[in-house]
Nanobody, 121 residues
Framework: EVQLVESGGGLVQAGGSLRLSCAASGFRFADYSKGWFRQAPGQGRERVACIQSDSTLHYADSVKGRFTISSDNAKDTVYLQMNSLEPEDTAVYYC???????????????WGQGTQVTVSS
């Protein structure tokens, strides 16, 4: 059974940091690209960061310089380090896995259940 389980969300003040983790099982983790998405209330799901299987990184403009995605293939875990958090970063954060970052979207590939991140001003 394929599973992606996120953890590390919570409530943090603006300017603070959080580290999200996503533990994967049931598929060849190292062969897949891994991504983090977020969805704020009333908005669509936005790709925040992605790391391809060749380690190429992609970031949304809104998080460049503040968020860092990394992957530990030995632990089948992908991380999202979030620094200098802003209230606008408040959302449910999802991890996902698919062959390519460019094809990663809801309804395709593997998805976790999400973890809430709330940034207070």
């Amino acid at each position: 059974e394929v599973q992606l389980v996120e953890s590390g969300g919570g409530l943090v003040q603006a300017g603070g940091s959080l580290r999200l983790s996503c533990a994967a099982s049931g598929f060849r983790f190292a062969d897949y690209s891994k991504g983090w998405f977020r969805q704020a209330p009333g908005q669509g799901r936005e790709r925040v960061a992605c790391i391809q299987s060749d380690s190429t990184l992609h970031y949304a403009d809104s998080v460049k310089g503040r968020f860092t995605i990394s992957s530990d293939n030995a632990k089948d875990t992908v991380y999202l380090q979030m620094n200098s958090l802003e209230p606008e970063d408040t959302a449910v954060y999802y991890c996902a896995a698919d062959w390519l970052c460019s094809t990663m979207r809801p309804g395709f590939g593997y998805w976790g259940q999400g973890t809430q991140v709330t940034v207070s001003s």
